[in-house]
């Protein structure tokens, strides 16, 4: 019996332009949700995990995906109030296996869960795309957020480049830059800087300067607590934990990075044996590492992935990538799609109940009415559409070449 991955996609609630109703059109089987309305660290209840569960149910389409139930700052920094976010953390996943739902993605990213410096980088299709410019976001970090000893982090040639690109803005585009930064790109994600506040620059290097004497060791402690404290209640509850990859997948403003490699992976997976203790496999966070070989990382941990993002990325020679879209890129995704065929394959002749691993398109180039709908950076309508239907073709071309 041949088995697909399951078609699933990321939709941000009522807010979101794209409708529910399209998505069952589009040939999307499940949503991936969250409760975004509730604050980090609160307990989500049954009767708000149903209130949305109705919604999706009543159009026809599954959730059996979180992204995200949020790991709080406290948690990651091993705060007094760790033990009681820690404890509704556990409750809140008891509450959602109640409901049904089997897989919850989290990270475990200090202050910044994704970093881009350009939102409407320019390809020579048309189509809007999402660069990280190496030298641009290290003059945001040493010339407009002003780190203290922000300088060191970087070779004394890319302080050179991010002085002559900090001269070439105006003031505008200064505020601008560190505005999508820290605010419009965090704040549909649960970020942890209020958009409301004035001062955001000021508040996001309070939340730095919490990481002072945390180090790669340090958070790496502090993840095995967490996973050790709820892994066992997962379990019990018969739900898998998906932890989403650093994005990008190196050190940025000083904090430590501990989910970027394959070496991570097998850290994660010793620290902590039930396969329930899982990844959230996004190709397009890990790809942009170019030392990273994504189609070996599949076949060796494919057994602990719980959740797929396809997307690829292009990779600069100065470490700088672009969001090159879904097939095309520094990826070979058809190998990598070979490499998660085979998994859910093993997966059914060695008797798993979770042989299908749900897959979404991740971020989409913007293109055709993908302008007009004012979605989330990165959720374009279209773009992810696009990407949807040319993983399902490589996919579907797999198994019939096979038969």
Request: proline share 5%; aromatic share 10%; net charge negative.
């Amino acid at each position: 019996m041949e088995t697909k991955l399951i078609k699933s996609w990321r939709w941000f609630g009522e807010k979101d332009p794209v409708q529910l109703e399209w998505l069952k059109q589009i040939g999307v089987e499940e949503v991936v949700t969250a409760l975004h309305y509730i604050a980090n660290g609160e307990v989500w209840t049954v009767e708000e995990i149903k209130k949305v569960q109705f919604k999706i149910k009543n159009v026809g389409l599954g959730w059996s995906v979180v992204e995200s139930l949020p790991v709080t700052e406290a948690i990651k920094t091993a705060a007094p109030i760790r033990e009681k976010h820690i404890a509704n953390y556990k409750t809140s996943l008891r509450n959602l296996a109640e409901c049904g739902i089997k897989t919850v993605v989290y990270n475990f990213m200090p202050v910044l869960d994704w970093a881009r410096t350009n939102l409407h980088f320019q390809l020579e299709n048309g189509g809007e795309s999402m660069l990280f410019d190496y030298p641009t976001f290290a003059a945001f970090d040493i010339f407009i957020l002003k780190r203290p000893g922000a300088a060191t982090d970087y070779t004394p040639e890319m302080v050179a480049k991010a002085e002559t690109v900090f001269h070439s803005m105006t003031e505008k585009e200064a505020e601008t830059l560190a505005h999508n930064i820290i605010v419009v790109t965090q704040g549909f994600i649960d970020g942890v800087i209020d958009p409301t506040i004035a001062d955001y620059k000021r508040a996001f290097l309070e939340h730095l300067n919490s990481y002072e004497n945390i180090g790669r060791e340090e958070l790496r402690a502090n993840l095995a607590y967490f996973l050790n404290e709820v892994i066992p209640v997962a379990e019990e509850a018969g739900i898998n934990l998906a932890i989403h990859p650093d994005d990008p997948p190196f050190p940025v403003l000083g904090l430590p990075r501990i989910f970027s490699t394959a070496d991570d992976m097998e850290w994660l997976q010793q620290i902590c044996k039930p396969v329930n203790n899982g990844i959230a496999f996004c190709a397009g966070s890990f790809s942009a590492r170019q030392n990273n070989n994504l189609v070996e990382m599949a076949k060796k941990y494919g057994h602990r992935f719980h959740f797929v993002h396809l997307r690829n990325t292009r990779v600069l020679d100065d470490g700088s990538f672009y969001e090159s879209g879904h097939i095309d890129g520094g990826v070979n995704m058809a190998k990598l799609m070979e490499a998660l065929i085979n998994e859910m394959q093993n997966r059914q002749n060695s008797g798993r109940a979770d042989i299908r691993i749900p897959m979404r398109p991740d971020h989409g180039i913007k293109i055709a009415n993908d302008f007009g709908l004012n979605g989330n950076p990165g959720y374009p309508m279209i773009g992810r559409l696009k990407g949807l239907a040319e993983i399902a073709g490589l996919e579907e071309a797999i198994l019939q070449l096979r038969k």
